[in-house]
T-cell receptor, first 113, second 115 residues
Framework: SQQGEEDPQALSIQEGENATMNCSYKTSINNLQWYRQNSGRGLVHLILIRSNEREKHSGRLRVTLDTSKKSSSLLITASRAADTASYFCATVLFNQAGTALIFGKGTTLSVSS | DSGVTQTPKHLITATGQRVTLRCSPRSGDLSVYWYQQSLDQGLQFLIQYYNGEERAKGNILERFSAQQFPDLHSELNLSSLELGDSALYFC??????????????FGEGSRLTVL
């Protein structure tokens, strides 16, 4: 089952431009995480934002969280070709089978030089 | 390097066969997760173990099973393999689990091809 949905599915930009990806989720959360995956490689954690936080920065990354709208956005400023990757949001899903970190389908970002 | 080790990196086998994927979590992490990634299904959560016990179950087929051993390494067993089982299988680990789950550390994956 999918807890988070990223939008857009794919994004193509030029180097130096900003990239914005959005994530919507369905249930209440303790935190929301963003991960990056280079083609065929393992996912790498980028940033975690807690439910009582509205905005968080890490280098060129800026994450916002709106719990009233159940949505988050990831902004990458001054994109570089090396930012080309897939980006996933993840939240903890709780059901009768337990709790686990569930990922969306991801946004594929392509940055051309 | 995430500290999570997965073996084998690549595996090619035939339909009907059985394979075992192995994962060593990051030192100190008690929780191990298995995910399957394919082009059509995306990243699907399969199962989670915490300190040797099953903690959460996702879209894991009955033909698949997993366990976590006392030394905390984990194995994912896939049997009666079908063409559709071809995918990248990821193991991830974390210290915490449940609603306080924080950052997951992912291995580089085991790419399974079923012919």
């Amino acid at each position: 089952s999918q807890q988070g949905e990223e939008d857009p599915q794919a994004l193509s930009i030029q180097e130096g431009e900003n990239a914005t990806m959005n994530c919507s989720y369905k249930t209440s959360i303790n935190n929301l995480q963003w991960y990056r995956q280079n083609s065929g490689r393992g996912l790498v954690h980028l940033i975690l934002i807690r439910s009582n936080e509205r905005e968080k920065h890490s280098g060129r990354l800026r994450v916002t969280l709106d719990t009233s709208k159940k949505s988050s956005s990831l902004l990458i400023t001054a994109s570089r070709a090396a930012d080309t990757a897939s980006y996933f949001c993840a939240t903890v899903l709780f059901n009768q089978a337990g709790t686990a970190l569930i990922f969306g389908k991801g946004t594929t970002l392509s940055v051309s030089s | 390097d995430s500290g999570v080790t997965q073996t084998p990196k690549h595996l090619i086998t035939a339909t009907g066969q059985r394979v075992t994927l192995r994962c060593s979590p990051r030192s100190g992490d008690l929780s191990v997760y298995w995910y399957q990634q394919s082009l059509d299904q995306g990243l699907q959560f399969l199962i989670q173990y915490y300190n040797g016990e099953e903690r959460a179950k996702g879209n894991i087929l009955e033909r698949f099973s997993a366990q976590q051993f006392p030394d905390l390494h984990s194995e994912l067993n896939l049997s009666s393999l079908e063409l559709g089982d071809s995918a990248l299988y990821f193991c991830a680990s974390s210290f915490l689990a449940g609603m306080n789950t924080g950052e997951l550390f992912f291995g580089e994956g085991s790419r399974l091809t079923v012919l």
